[in-house]
């Protein structure tokens, strides 16, 4: 079977990373998350974007990025905004925000219902010693995902439990079903 990479683009606006530096990116992850379905584009627009008044994060915050799942046709579609009004300089930051919004794509439309299940019950014991404040185990899934790309090893080991996970069921494609 022959994949389709997903659209890349205006990443150059970014000031931090091209569209083929993105691609290169992209490279490192299994290329089933990033063929096109289930990932149709990955773009950034160069304007900061706040959450809007009844948004669970208030007052307003910054947001990096998003991603729109088009339920018809079952594919992602991944934004990137600038993250700081002046513009960006931190290449981690962003780089992270890409894999997390992939990592939205995957939860959504390659993970299994069983995966899932799994999932949710780890996060019943994980999100709380993980995010006092409370997260949401679709918004740690995605910040795993990326930490698993991103992270030196010691920061990998504070999040064993997510990081055999990912090991396990979601770079590991023949876990996936
Ligand atoms: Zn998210």
Not at 23 to 52: F, G, M, W
Not at 132 to 147: K, M, R, T, V
Not at 148 to 156: A, C
Request: aromatic residues 12%; contains cysteine.
């Amino acid at each position: 079977m022959t994949l389709t990479p997903c659209q890349i683009s205006n990443f150059g606006l970014s000031g931090v990373m091209n569209d083929s530096e993105v691609r290169e990116l992209l490279q490192k992850l299994p290329p089933i998350h990033v063929a096109n379905p289930p990932l149709h584009s990955i773009s950034y627009v160069d304007k900061v974007y706040y959450t809007q008044p009844g948004h669970r994060r208030f007052p307003p915050e910054l947001v990096w990025g998003e991603c729109n799942i088009v339920s018809e046709q079952r594919v992602g579609v991944v934004t990137l905004f600038r993250q700081q009004e002046q513009g960006n300089n931190d290449v981690y930051d962003f780089e992270f925000t890409i894999y997390h919004e992939i990592g939205h794509t995957v939860f959504e439309l390659i993970l299994g219902s069983n995966q899932k299940i799994e999932w949710y019950s780890l996060c019943g014991e994980e999100i709380a010693r993980w995010n006092p404040a409370g997260g949401n185990p679709l918004e740690h899934f995605c910040d795993s995902y990326a930490h698993y790309m991103v992270s030196n090893e010691m920061e990998k080991r504070s999040f064993s439990s997510e990081y055999e996970f990912m090991k396990k069921y979601v770079f590991n494609i023949g876990g996936i079903q």
